[in-house]
């Protein structure tokens, strides 16, 4: 069966924009930690390990426990959430995996799982994550 074209120009949209998001996302892990939860809904909810945490307060509290980081995507996957699944937001789904090192630990190889959905503001699109799961794979 035939991809359509508009399902297929969809899927390139929301990869792109899933590549930006993975850049910045780690980027700022990285190196402006602070500014991490600007980049998830206010209701947002991490599973970090199995660990809980669900709000922008929880989500600042747990960032700021967290060593420095050094992270390496080494590979990016993502697609869209079907419409029949969701609300009215544009979403989707990246997954990314590598390694990290925290200061003061061992390199982990790591998984990661973003549920991002498409916020609309005057003059753009901005991308948020609604549901964050880390997983550490070694």
């Known amino acids: 069966m035939a991809m359509s074209m508009d399902f297929k120009t969809y899927v390139d949209q929301a990869c792109r924009a899933a590549e930006k998001f993975v850049n910045i996302y780690y980027e700022t892990m990285d190196k402006r930690r602070q500014a991490l939860t600007r980049l998830y809904l206010d209701k947002a909810t991490l599973i970090w390990n199995g660990n ?5 307060e929880a989500l600042t509290n747990f960032f700021d426990m967290l060593p420095s980081s050094e992270f390496q995507v080494n590979m990016l996957d993502c697609q869209p959430v079907h419409e029949q699944v969701k609300q009215t937001q544009t ?3 990246v ?4 390694t990290v090192k925290f200061d003061g630990n061992r390199q982990h190889y790591f998984k990661q799982n973003f549920l991002l959905t498409a916020q609309s503001t005057p003059n753009n699109i901005v991308w948020k994550i609604a549901s964050d799961c880390f997983h550490f794979q070694d």
């Open 91 to 93: 979403t989707v789904l």
């Open 95 to 98: 997954v990314t995996s590598g």
């Open 52 to 56: 809980f945490v669900t709000g922008l």
